[in-house]
């Protein structure tokens, strides 16, 4: 049956408003905010009730409206536009995984799926009698001429909107990252370790300067059935102090190798005055797939709550 509960909460109050709608009421919001559907015979007498208590606010507008709903203004209709919605993240990859499949935009398939829900919500209406059913027909035409609309072109790909929040977490794992990377380089040089490793691990990063949201893409694989998400990073800029000090200390032979590691190259990124060298780290690119099981999200099949998993 149709949700014609009398009392309903603030956050419910686009319930209240469609309840009231059909119902040729209005709303009327108490002390605790509460919104409470009052029908045409009850509307004189909640305004005497309130006028014996001395509420004159709450009379007055509930007064104010009801003048409203007797001049016919309550029986408009919104024109169908544009909205934006929020989804919970496995919603919104089960519309993006039947927008691929049926070769629809993802806003046509949230569209055509939600006119499916609001028919079936509104054929729940049609046995109430406190509900004029004329109203309810104008809905549903409303809806027909909406699932008539013209399909939008499919898109093969999403960028999702990513921020990457710079957190200690973050930090230290991206400064680890560039630190065993740069060893693996040295090591295919022929770089000793122990003799590179705490300077290495001494590199300066301006957390606050740089910019290090990577850029994500998004899209479905029909024949594995699963979602190919790609992560971009940018490259930033790591700082080496003492560049030309510390290369004073070790083999002479190592100089070179130390340079081409570090991609030294007529002095372009070397402040001489500072022996300072700024280094940018070859930032990887990163793939991974997901699926959905149970309702829940799977990155490369680890639950996507397991973030530890998911770090590792």
Known sequence: MANLQTIFKPKQEKIAEFNAYVTNSIIFKDEKGNLIPIS?????????????NKNFNLAGELLKSAKKLLKGQGTEVAEVVSKSIRLDSVTYMKSQEIAHKKNLSLSDTIRTTSIQKMKQKLDE??????????????????LKSWEDKNPTSPDKEYFPQYNCTITNETKELL??????????????????IEDVR????????????????????????LQSNLFELDIMWPNFLVIFQDYNAFKENI?????????????????LDYNEENDCLNYYPLM?????TIHIENDKLFFDSVDAVQRDALNA
């Open 284 to 288: 990887p690119n990163t793939s991974s």
């Open 175 to 192: 400064s680890e990252f560039i630190e065993y990377s740069i060893l693996d380089d040295c090591k295919e040089e022929g770089i000793p």
């Open 125 to 142: 209406y049609k046995n109430e009698p406190s509900v004029d059913q004329e109203k309810v027909g104008i809905i549903n035409d409303l």
């Open 40 to 52: 045409k015979s009850e509307i004189n007498e909640k305004i005497t009730q309130l006028y014996t």
């Open 251 to 267: 083999d002479i032979n190592l100089h070179n190798k130390l340079d081409n590691v570090f991609k030294f190259n007529d002095n």
């Open 198 to 221: 705490d300077f290495i691990s001494s590199f300066y990063i301006d957390w606050e300067g740089q910019e290090i949201f990577p850029e994500v893409s998004l899209s479905f694989n």
